[in-house]
């Protein structure tokens, strides 16, 4: 069937197309270009940032490295951005030369039944050697910390001083290259980095969920 059969259906009497259907393929670009762009700007959208302690907080329980650095990343267990992060940490404890004491520490609200933080992200965060997980009721370890945002990630080093804090993922749920891994590598290696604060993309910590 030739180009000329096909689109027969659509003309006129006089051989001309509808005047709807560029009206239609104009509203349909326009709607397919917004939903793009809706999706590239949550993507983009950085997530509520920390007010970070300078100092390891002192009604923390978690146990800090007496004579080396410390990592903490804060991990809401249903996020759906958060496995780019459980994903970067691996790389960072997979590259440096020493790995720091590190812990992710995941929310569970005390409203829900016991495991419900064992989520598939639990998991894959229970994979990486030399991490230690931790339940963090009700968020206290979070509010301790300062933490807002899931994915959220400290450096302190042996002294209890805050060396970084901020998301080791460029976007929402995206893994790759990024500023805050890299600032975090050059730390743990004791390497010179200008960057030490960098933004968290991911689910609020303490939204309600079903």
């Not at 560029?22 to 709607?31: D, E, H, Q, R």
């Not at 100092?55 to 496995?83: F, I, K, M, N, Q």
């Not at 004491?101 to 989520?119: C, I, L, N």
């Amino acid at each position: 069937m030739d180009r000329e059969n096909e689109l027969g259906p659509l003309r006129t009497p006089s051989g001309r197309l509808p005047l709807w259907l560029p009206v239609f393929i104009a509203v349909w670009l326009v709607a397919a270009a917004t939903g793009l762009w809706v999706v590239w700007a949550y993507d983009n959208t950085p997530g509520a940032d920390a007010v970070p302690i300078g100092r390891w907080p002192a009604g923390s329980r978690l146990e800090r490295a007496p004579d080396g650095p410390t990592l903490v990343l804060l991990a809401h267990p249903r996020c759906s951005c958060t496995p780019a992060s459980i994903g970067e940490l691996a790389e960072v404890m997979a590259r440096v030369r020493t790995p720091p004491r590190a812990y992710v520490v995941f929310m569970k609200p005390s409203e829900f039944e016991a495991g419900w933080e064992r989520t598939p992200l639990w998991q894959a965060a229970a994979r990486i050697p030399n991490v230690a997980l931790v339940r963090d009721d009700d968020g206290l370890e979070a509010r301790q910390f300062g933490g807002a945002t899931s994915g959220q990630t400290y450096l302190y080093d042996g002294q209890g001083v805050l060396q970084f804090s901020g998301g080791i993922t460029s976007a929402r749920g995206h893994a790759g290259d990024n500023p805050g891994r890299a600032a975090l590598i050059a730390l743990l290696d004791r390497l010179e980095t200008g960057q030490r604060r960098t933004n968290v993309f991911g689910c609020p910590l303490f939204a309600s969920t079903d």
